[in-house]
T-cell receptor, first 115, second 114 residues
Framework: NAGVTQNPKFQVLKTGQSMTLQCAQD?????MYWYRQDPGMGLRLIYY???????DKGEVPNGYNVSRLNKREFSLRLESAAPSQTSVYFC??????????????FGPGTRLTVL | GQQLNQSPQSMFIQEGEDVSMNCTSS?????WLWYKQDPGEGPVLLIA?????ELTSNGRLTAQFGITRKDSFLNISASIPSDVGIYFC??????????????FGKGTKLSVKP
């Protein structure tokens, strides 16, 4: 099991460029999440997908879109990148079936710099 | 939105020392989780707590779910150099499922005393 994988690991964009961050999990989890991590801010939820075919906004969704492509894959898209989106992005997943199975497992992160 | 207050923000340890950190909230949580993040990596789960008053150990780590369900602490005994990193608490408001999303503390950064 690879767990949660993310691509790319690093990316530099110019303001206004678009890109998609990829995430995949091989644990047969129902729920997937996208977070951003900024210095001194902890992890903040951008979007999540409770199950295949559904997505919902988290705490900081502005400037992002997501697609739950299938049960395994959950992508995050920046349509027009801004310097404020410079951050480390983490994808996570969990079974999403109730207590004892709600532990979220994280990918290694994508470090994004917007110039 | 919901907030978790995690303290201390940072601390320096000497090998062999015991370490304590805690998280408090104005909200009641049904689950408390403690994660550790090494530089350049994603957070890794250390301990999960599901019941008020629960005390759980994982090797040299011990965590407790506060009786009021508004706080949790993590202790590390006899610290070693590989304990350095950032420790995050996270609380979940419902019994599970992604509708009970995690709220994260801002982290406690553990460093080695020079």
């Amino acid at each position: 099991n690879a767990g949660v994988t993310q691509n790319p690991k690093f990316q530099v964009l110019k303001t206004g460029q678009s890109m998609t961050l990829q995430c995949a999990q091989d644990m047969n989890h129902n729920s997937m999440y996208w977070y951003r991590q900024d210095p001194g801010m902890g992890l903040r939820l951008i979007y999540y997908s409770a199950s295949e075919g559904t997505t919902d906004k988290g705490e900081v969704p502005n400037g992002y879109n997501v697609s739950r492509l299938n049960k395994r894959e959950f992508s995050l898209r920046l349509e027009s990148a801004a310097p404020s989106q410079t951050s480390v992005y983490f994808c996570a997943s969990n079974l999403g079936e109730g207590q004892g199975t709600d532990t979220q497992y994280f990918g290694p992160g994508t470090r994004l710099t917007v110039l | 939105g919901q907030q978790l207050n995690q303290s201390p923000q940072s601390m320096f340890i000497q090998e062999g020392e015991d370490v304590s950190m805690n998280c408090t909230s104005s909200s009641i949580f049904n689950t408390w989780l403690w994660y550790k993040q090494d530089p350049g990596e994603g957070p890794v789960l250390l301990i999960a707590l599901y019941k008020a008053g629960e005390l759980t150990s994982n090797g040299r780590l011990t965590a407790q779910f506060g009786i009021t369900r508004k706080d949790s602490f993590l202790n590390i005994s006899a610290s070693i150099p590989s304990d350095v990193g950032i420790y995050f608490c996270a609380g979940q408001l419902t019994d599970g499922g992604s509708q009970g999303n995690l709220i994260f503390g801002k982290g406690t950064k553990l460093s080695v005393k020079p």
